[in-house]
């Protein structure tokens, strides 16, 4: 069945940075753009980006330009999501979603990422 | 930049009817979609393209999408409705979602 598979939980230190993986499964990876949502403890989910699997093109929300880097490998169905400059804010579960009809339809299981020192 | 807004909290007896509105700015031209998403879990699309319902989505669920307010309307509301919702739209090429509706069956 169509899938996403993220990487496990994080901790990093302030400063840091981290790089979340998502193995996709179940469909032509290349098909669908890949999209990165955030969201903190106790609020809401928060658009980052999207890459195209296709061509490695990249958009990304105006608040994590020059932080965010999406990349992909495409030998093994993966997208990538790195984060620096790590601040306590940016505690928060990380996920990758494929669209369909400009909707979220797949999501992954979510990856928690804890910035602490 | 873009909003959407959503009431934090909407409560309802089980068995009524309930609606959480979404408004933003010409909302009614855009698709909007609307996901459900439980403690702990990753959130789920329930509707898409402002009215359509994706396979495995009970039919008491329907939204609709108008003017400058998205609606989602549970008929017959369950207890296992009881969750958050979000709406989301597209503004150009980026993603917005609401702030998250908090559902409340009691």
């Known amino acids: 069945q169509v899938q996403l598979l993220q990487s496990g939980a994080e901790v990093k230190k302030p400063g840091a940075s981290v790089k979340v993986s998502c193995k996709a499964s179940?469909?032509?990876?290349?098909?669908?753009?890949m999209h990165w949502v955030r969201q903190a403890p106790g609020q809401g989910l928060e658009w980052m980006g999207i890459?195209?699997?296709?061509?490695?093109?990249?958009g990304y929300a105006q608040k994590f330009k020059g932080r965010v880097t999406m990349t992909r490998d495409t030998s093994t169905s993966t997208g990538y999501m790195e984060l620096r400059s790590l601040r306590s804010e940016d505690t928060a579960v990380y996920y990758c979603?494929?669209?369909?009809?400009?909707?979220?339809?797949?999501w992954g299981q979510g990856t928690l990422v804890t910035v602490s020192s | 930049s873009y909003e959407l807004t959503q009431p934090p909290s909407v409560s309802v007896s089980p068995g009524q009817t309930c609606s959480i509105t979404c408004s933003g700015d010409k909302l009614g031209e855009r698709y909007a979609a609307w996901y459900q998403q439980k403690p702990g879990q990753s959130p789920v699309v329930v509707i898409y393209?402002?009215?359509k319902r994706p396979s495995g989505i009970p039919e008491r669920f329907s939204g609709s999408n108008s003017g400058n307010t998205a609606t989602l309307t549970i008929s017959g509301t369950q207890a296992m409705d009881e969750a958050d919702y979000y709406c989301?739209?597209?503004?150009?090429?980026?993603?917005?979602f609401g702030g998250g509706t908090k559902l409340t069956v009691l």
């Open positions: 890459i195209n699997p296709n061509d490695g093109g990249t």
């Open positions: 979603a494929r669209v369909e009809w400009q909707s979220f339809h797949i």
């Open positions: 989301q739209a597209w503004d150009s090429s980026n993603v917005v």
């Open positions: 393209q402002g009215h």
């Open positions: 179940g469909y032509t990876f290349t098909s669908y753009h």
